[in-house]
């Protein structure tokens, strides 16, 4: 299923750039709401591949497919504020206030999803989170991960309220969406590499070291490095042609 949602996905998105770029609102607007429903088909299709498997107590839980939507969507909004620091000056600059309340309402309910997970865990309705207090209790790696998790969205909160308040510069905009966006990531490395020292059959952690090649880091460095050069080359080709052919046709026909 995913070699179908994923395609469809990339399809989907470039098409609402393209009809964007193009002036297409129309066209705009019906990709969009099939861009929500293919990001939800994914959702469901990842969170319930992962969690459906008995076996691992710790992602066993409907509550993994909400995390994965509200860290996406924090991460979202990160994505926002660093691409609109990146994008040329033709551009009219980002409306704060928008971007600031959608990134207050994900880390709030990404919040009530965690306590909502523990308050579920302490009634004894979901296993997975006494297994994931014990790990926090007896492992200082899982314990070192809280905390940061922790300290991520404590700061996080913090910057979107100081930046609520007043303006705020540029520089103090790419930290915040690089918090954003490292939270997103985080939890993501927790749930499919993490879970490699998970015991299976024994006690104890298995150990993990991640290898230094193409299948490790290096591929982790190279996948920021093909990021950082489609952006670049998408930010430099809107600098050069900031509205399509199409648009300023309409708007010298308009004028005329």
Same mark, same amino acid.
């Given at each position: 299923?995913?070699?179908?949602?994923?395609?469809?996905?990339?399809?989907?998105?470039?098409?609402?750039?393209?009809a964007?770029?193009?002036?297409? #609102?129309?066209?705009? #607007?019906?990709?969009?709401?099939?861009?929500?429903?293919?990001?939800?088909?994914?959702?469901?299709?990842?969170?319930?591949?992962?969690?459906?498997?008995?076996?691992?107590?710790?992602?066993?839980?409907?509550?993994?497919?909400?995390?994965?939507?509200?860290?996406?969507?924090?991460?979202?909004?990160g994505?926002?504020?660093?691409?609109?620091?990146?994008?040329?000056?033709?551009?009219?600059?980002?409306?704060?206030?928008?971007?600031?309340?959608?990134?207050?309402?994900?880390?709030?309910?990404?919040?009530?999803?965690?306590?909502?997970?523990a308050?579920?865990?302490?009634?004894?309705?979901?296993?997975?989170?006494?297994?994931?207090a014990s790990?926090?209790?007896?492992?200082?790696?899982?314990?070192?991960?809280?905390?940061?998790?922790?300290?991520?969205?404590?700061?996080?909160?913090?910057?979107?309220?100081?930046?609520?308040?007043?303006h #705020?510069?540029a520089?103090?905009?790419?930290?915040?969406?690089?918090?954003?966006?490292?939270?997103?990531?985080?939890?993501?490395?927790?749930?499919?590499?993490?879970?490699?020292s998970?015991?299976?059959?024994?006690?104890?952690?298995?150990?993990?070291?991640?290898?230094?090649?193409?299948?490790?880091?290096?591929?982790?460095?190279?996948?920021?490095?093909?990021?950082?050069?489609?952006?670049?080359?998408?930010?430099?080709?809107?600098?050069?042609?900031?509205?399509?052919?199409?648009?300023?046709?309409?708007?010298m026909?308009?004028?005329?």
């Open positions: 299923m995913g070699a179908l949602l994923l395609p469809l996905f990339t399809l989907l998105a470039v098409t609402f750039g393209l964007w770029w193009l002036g297409l #609102r129309r066209l705009q #607007r019906a990709t969009g709401i099939l861009l929500v429903l293919s990001a939800a088909s994914i959702l469901v299709y990842t969170g319930a591949e992962v969690m459906t498997l008995r076996a691992r107590v710790l992602w066993h839980t409907y509550m993994l497919p909400v995390n994965l939507a509200l860290t996406a969507l924090l991460g979202t909004v994505g926002i504020i660093l691409i609109s620091r990146l994008l040329p000056p033709a551009f009219a600059p980002m409306p704060r206030r928008p971007v600031i309340t959608l990134g207050l309402a994900a880390a709030t309910t990404l919040a009530c999803a965690v306590l909502s997970w308050l579920l865990g302490q009634l004894g309705a979901d296993a997975s989170f006494p297994f994931a790990l926090f209790a007896s492992y200082p790696a899982w314990a070192n991960g809280l905390v940061a998790s922790l300290v991520t969205w404590a700061v996080i909160a913090a910057m979107l309220n100081l930046w609520r308040v007043r #705020r510069g520089v103090f905009q790419i930290v915040l969406a690089i918090a954003m966006l490292a939270s997103a990531w985080m939890f993501r490395w927790i749930v499919f590499m993490s879970v490699q998970v015991p299976k059959y024994g006690a104890g952690l298995y150990l993990y070291s991640m290898p230094l090649g193409s299948d490790g880091l290096l591929g982790i460095v190279g996948v920021f490095g093909l990021c950082a050069a489609l952006i670049a080359i998408l930010t430099f080709a809107l600098s050069l042609y900031p509205q399509s052919p199409f648009r300023l046709l309409g708007r026909q308009a004028a005329n």
